[in-house]
């Protein structure tokens, strides 16, 4: 008699399926793959007018384009904050918390100044009410993880594109895919998962890159324009856009799970909802009982 295991890897099978073959979908298509994969939310953070740091060039277009390409290629529901204040961006945190779902993913995408601490040894992003004598409207990593922990959502990830991004995570990334692809999803949908994709480790990132966005954001949206696969794993956009940073600037770009904060080893999926061109993915017919 087929198990539980074998039903849940079955129904996920069918929902990659759709995923395929749902190209343009009506929304009860869409319904129906989000019954396995949970809805998709992104808060978009832009900063460019800091009141008492350098401003910068291209953070806001980033993630004006950014929020562009994940509401239309991959179905997320987008909140874009531009020159966020502290308040707002812990508001909208907090927001997320109390309406976020267990099955909901959230991917947090924010590009503006950051600053190591070096006697503290902690990372902060600023805002633009940021000021150089006092920390009052910072936001230490250490906060951020926190509001991560609390988050009810499955899978959180965090793509940072600032300076010294790299100290909000472990320093050991996250081991490559190695079961099958169907039964590896489908256990990494159900295993929670707080990860982060930064665009440098310990030093500064560049602010100016083509096109009138940062190297770290072209790249990025470049994985997700030329991704082809109906579903995709967070860490297999990494690599692409690891390679093009690595070639354009003196950045390191860095994935890896979110230290502290209650992550289990899950994986944070990118579900294309327009364009996909194929799907590695096992048909419900191929999975056999256990």
């Not at 600023?126 to 499955?154: C, G, H, M």
């Amino acid at each position: 008699m087929p198990t539980l295991a074998f039903a849940s890897r079955v129904r996920l099978a069918f929902a990659l399926a759709l995923v395929a073959l749902a190209v343009a979908a009506p929304t009860p298509v869409w319904a129906q793959v989000a019954s396995v994969f949970g809805r998709y939310h992104a808060l978009v953070i832009g900063n460019n007018d800091y009141r008492h740091f350098d401003k910068l060039k291209t953070a806001v277009a980033d993630a004006e384009t950014v929020a562009q390409v994940l509401r239309g290629d991959y179905g997320f529901e987008v909140r874009v904050l531009k020159n966020a204040t502290r308040a707002e961006i812990i508001g909208a945190f907090d927001d997320y918390r109390a309406r976020l779902k267990a099955d909901d993913n959230l991917l947090v995408y924010c590009a503006g100044h950051g600053h190591l601490e070096e006697v503290e040894n902690r990372g902060y992003w600023l805002p633009v009410d940021v000021e150089r004598t006092t920390t009052a409207a910072w936001i230490a990593n250490d906060d951020i993880t926190a509001k991560l922990r609390s988050v009810r959502a499955q899978h959180v990830l965090v793509v940072a594109d600032s300076c010294y991004s790299g100290t909000l995570t472990r320093a050991v990334e996250i081991p490559r895919v190695a079961a099958a692809r169907t039964e590896w999803v489908a256990r990494m949908t159900k295993t929670r998962s707080r990860s982060a994709f930064t665009s440098g480790g310990l030093e500064p990132v560049a602010d100016t890159g083509s096109g009138g966005l940062s190297v770290f954001a072209a790249a990025f949206l470049r994985a997700l324009h030329d991704n082809r696969e109906s579903v995709a794993p967070a860490r297999a956009l990494a690599d692409p856009v690891a390679a093009i940073v690595a070639l354009n600037s003196q950045q390191t770009t860095r994935y890896a799970e979110i230290r502290e904060a209650a992550s289990e080893g899950g994986e944070f999926f990118f579900v294309r909802t327009r364009g996909a061109a194929s799907a590695a993915v096992a048909p419900a017919a191929a999975i056999k009982p256990e």
